[in-house]
């Protein structure tokens, strides 16, 4: 017998081809719990393809197969999907995807929902309406001609018939799928969805609480585990006394959990599971744990000392990672500018801790899991439990946040171990303590800049230098320098227009698990470019947003050829999502020209400013800031410009750009994760603190109007945030801060 | 840790719990009780996703023990009834990932019942125990403002 509850046979083998993927056409129905509409294993539906059903009653049922973690993805993809559909809003239900290969990569990261499948689910809703319109063209026995799908009916003009979607689901559900190349796509002019600010999905059970995630899944007879994980990556239970833990009220077990050999990569950290009755009593139980670790090579680190040391690394010669022009030799130091920046570890503290729900039967596991990869998820889980991946069925819940973190799947194997084990549903969630301790950090980081300027200030060359433990270090051990695709994320794609550019690349042993986080690369080398050219513009005694507008030079695609390096312009081919001067222009004239209507500045405040590319979208920040006497720091302003291309749902973009100022402010004032004796030193929100409202400023975001193809919106607002802030209060106070966070010197 | 006999006063109904008195309400809402819209974020007082209403007044169910609670009356975002205010976090389309939203939104409750007329710094205030990780304080300090507006025309 099998533990799913509806399993539906759902072969579609064209659709299977469309997607290239072949193999069993199984899709499984929805599970008993609430949030998973129940469309796919709806019997009154007529699927017509593998995102789209449509009900008898008029309802169509439109699969989501991202995460929800705040982007607003629900929302965008069915826009998508409805518009060429030409579907009406108010009778769109949203289906989330299981893991399942058939929809392509389900990883929700890189900024690439839209990006990645806006074509996609445009070909996915008008096969769907061109089977909607053969069925009518069919019933009335006229050529398909003649027919024209409009607002939820398929019209016939000239005998005035129509019929509702919902009168054609049935038998248009029996038709073969049309060529995927045949079906016509709309004009943009007549796009009804796309492009509209919709109300989020989930708007309703968000603000009643019925809004269900991963750390509100509840199964009959689930047992509640928390993990005491080795606190130094490599070390492992040498004595364990679990006897008061026992003793806890509400405990029912403690089991000892491998700890990972080789690259972590995505293996359960290992440790101590206490499994209780509720959350309470696993918490108290791990309190009541007595446990000795075995020393770790990890041991010595210290993230102080270690920074030091990168610190002397990028002061000399490197790896060459590009190289832009000849390389120049004649540093004479009358002409030369030079610059160091540094930032600690981070890490990504969304406000629901990693979580994870499974029950392993001998028929296989099912998962219910706050997961940003579904698929990661259900190949590790299987992995880890020796069983086929078709065993693994992985139900991906909201998201409370993700930030890279949920792209990691540990959390899900830890969950299936236990429930291995113990032959129960075991629902792991992380306290924040473990979310804080445990995590995929953001590389620290030290970079070295270097410019040569003429006559009037102006640099003709440039050198740099980054070093930073790489996310490769993760899944392959000795890995000691950054990766290339790190390299691409703000170090070796901006554009100047400079006579001679060298990148260089510095060894960065890793001593604890390295990941990714908003942004990624990005994160450290636009506060690196950021906060040097504001540098070179105030030597040059220039506007910071003039400074970068003639070092790139005149608008311009640029390709990076013959620079050493091949760039991998995150996934996307140069044609469709160009290196284009003239969008870094535009935005950074936004910003410019909306800073220079509010010029009325008081004693003590001052403007900031910075511009970055990255997931092939452009946005400018400009930052206001007032600094008082006693040295404390209040942001007051903040204005963003960002061209991300097309984009589906404006004010979601709005609210992902407004949410990006917010989370490189609180990088940039208060992020730090530091190591003392290999062990992280801060715990909870009093010592890893997120910026509150008290300390958020006023966000102007503005999109730019294109019809460029849809770029990436969930992280490139990031990047620039932190090197906007620190300009803006040097502009202020003449500080110039170098080495985040900025609390380290200003009371925030 | 002897359990005992507490009746607790949710959301307009009694239940009669045999638990540990220290455990913290908020699972006992969760995990016993079933009602998930109360949310864990820190387990310390410190980002406010956990925060009911204790008689009307803002409190952090991650540190009131239930023993605490026993005898008041607990309100958890499943029951609160606040003219205008979820239309305010509708209209200006506040949450994102919408987990800390629970929270935020009865402590913005709590302060428009005990001040119509919240200025900015009140806002700032009230609301600074309450972390959302997302970053949509602009918009919960609009939709506040708005409700307050609101009522002050009527």
């Known amino acids: 017998m099998s533990i799913f509850t509806a399993v539906q046979n759902f072969s579609r083998r064209d659709v299977l081809k469309l997607f290239g993927v072949t193999g069993g056409g199984l899709v499984l129905g929805a599970n008993g719990l609430s949030w998973t509409p129940m469309a796919l294993a709806q019997e009154k539906a007529g699927k017509l393809n593998l995102f789209i059903a449509v009900g008898e009653d008029n309802k169509v049922y439109l699969t989501c197969h991202r995460s929800e973690m705040g982007q607003g993805i629900r929302t965008g993809i069915p826009q998508i999907l409805a518009d060429e559909l030409e579907a009406e809003w108010q009778h769109v239900v949203v289906v989330q995807g299981l893991a399942d290969k058939r929809y392509g990569s389900q990883n929700t990261d890189g900024s690439r929902s839209i990006r990645k499948y806006y074509y996609q689910m445009r070909q996915m809703g008008a096969i769907a309406r061109t ?14 001609s003649e027919v024209k799908a409009k607002s939820h009916y398929v019209h016939h003009d000239k005998s005035q018939r129509k019929l509702s979607y919902g009168e054609l689901a049935l ?35 968000m603000l009643s609480g019925k809004a269900k995630y991963g750390y509100d899944v509840q199964l009959d007879g689930m047992l509640y585990a928390s993990i005491t994980r080795p606190p130094v990556l490599g070390s492992d239970v040498v004595r364990l006394d679990d006897s008061q833990a026992r003793k806890v009220a509400g405990v029912v077990d403690v089991i000892r959990l491998p700890v990972p050999k080789g690259a972590p990569a995505f293996q359960a950290l290992g440790g101590v599971a206490v499994i209780a009755t509720n959350s309470w009593s696993a918490l108290q139980g791990r309190k009541a744990l007595v446990i000795d670790w075995t020393a770790s090579p990890n041991d010595t680190h210290d993230s102080e000392s270690y920074l030091e040391t990168l610190s002397k690394r990028i002061t000399q010669p490197s790896k060459l990672v590009r190289q832009q022009g000849p390389e120049i030799y004649d540093w004479s130091t009358n002409s030369k500018i030079q610059s160091q920046y540094t930032i600690p570890y981070l890490t990504h503290a ?26 990661s998820t259900q190949q590790n889980v299987a992995k880890n439990l020796g069983i086929k991946e078709e065993q693994v069925r992985v139900n991906v819940t909201l998201l409370g946040g993700g930030f890279g973190r949920k792209a990691k799947p540990d959390f899900s194997v830890e969950a299936a171990l236990l429930s291995q084990q113990l032959n129960r549903p075991i629902k792991v969630s992380w306290s924040r303590e473990d979310d804080i301790q445990n995590g995929y950090l953001h590389a620290i980081n030290a970079q070295f800049y270097q410019a040569k300027v003429n006559n009037d200030n102006f640099p003709e060359a440039m050198l740099q230098r980054t070093g930073f433990p790489s996310i490769s270090s993760t899944f392959a051990e000795s890995v000691e320098y950054p990766s290339a695709g790190e390299l691409d994320l703000g170090f070796v794609d901006i554009p100047f ?9 510095v060894k960065a042993e890793a001593y604890t698990r390295i990941g990714w986080l908003r942004s990624v690369c990005n994160i450290q080398h636009a506060f690196g470019i950021g906060s040097f050219v504001d540098e070179l513009a105030h030597h040059a005694n220039m506007p910071s947003p003039q400074m970068w507008k003639q070092m790139l030079g005149k608008p311009r695609l640029v390709d990076f050829a013959d620079q050493g390096f091949e760039y991998s312009n995150y996934g996307e081919e140069l044609s469709r999502h160009p290196v284009d001067v003239g969008r870094y222009h535009k935005v950074i004239d936004i910003v410019e020209l909306a800073m220079k209507q509010k010029t009325s500045l008081q004693k003590g405040q001052g403007w900031g400013f910075a511009v970055h590319r990255s997931f092939t979208s452009y946005v400018a920040v400009a930052i ?22 097309l984009v589906v749902n404006p004010d979601r973009v709005v609210s992902q750009t407004e949410g990006a100022v917010v989370f490189g402010l609180s990088l940039a004032m208060m992020g730090e994760i530091s190591f003392k004796a290999g062990r992280v030193q801060q715990s909870n929100f009093h010592n890893y603190p997120l910026l509150r409202i008290n300390q958020c400023p006023d966000i102007e975001v503005t999109i730019v109007a294109s019809d460029a193809p849809p770029a990436g919106v969930g992280e490139p607002g990031v990047p620039p945030v932190a090197p906007a802030l620190t300009n803006a209060i040097f502009s202020a106070t003449g500080m110039r801060i170098r080495d985040l966070p900025v609390n380290s010197v200003l009371n925030v | 840790m002897s359990s005992k006999k507490i009746t607790l006063m949710l959301n307009g109904k009694i239940f009669t719990l045999d638990t540990d008195p220290n455990i913290p309400i908020l699972w006992v809402i969760r995990d016993m009780l079933g009602m998930t819209g109360t949310k864990y974020g820190c387990g310390a007082g410190l980002c406010g996703a956990c925060t009911v209403h204790i008689e009307g007044k803002p409190a952090r169910a991650c540190l009131t023990s239930v023993a605490q609670a026993q005898g008041k009356h607990v309100t958890t975002i499943e029951a609160l009834e606040f003219e205008g205010l979820k239309e305010a976090w509708n209209t200006h389309n506040v949450p994102q990932c919408g987990y800390c939203q629970s929270g935020q939104l009865m402590s913005a409750a709590a302060l428009l019942a005990s001040n119509a007329t919240p200025t900015d710094a009140d806002i700032d205030t009230a609301m600074s125990g309450n972390i959302c990780r997302c970053g949509t304080y602009t918009r919960i300090k609009a939709a506040i403002q708005s409700v307050a507006k609101k009522r002050a025309e009527k």
């Open chain 1, 131 to 144: 089977m909607l319109e053969q069925a009518a063209a069919n019933r009335w026995e006229v050529p398909v």
């Open chain 1, 171 to 205: 038998a248009a559900s029996k038709l073969a799928l049309p060529d995927k190349e045949s079906v016509k796509l709309k004009k943009n002019s007549e796009f009804k969805h796309i492009g509209q600010s919709r109300t989020i999905v989930d708007m309703d059970d």
């Open chain 1, 350 to 375: 969304p406000m629901e801790p990693p979580v994870a729900t499974a029950m392993v039967t001998e028929h296989g596991c099912e998962l219910w899991a706050s997961t940003q990869t579904p698929q």
């Open chain 1, 497 to 505: 227009a400079l006579k001679s550019y060298r990148c260089e690349s």
């Open chain 1, 624 to 645: 206001l800031v007032e600094v008082d006497r006693s040295k404390n720091l209040k942001v007051i302003k903040s204005i963003a410009a960002i061209d991300a291309g």
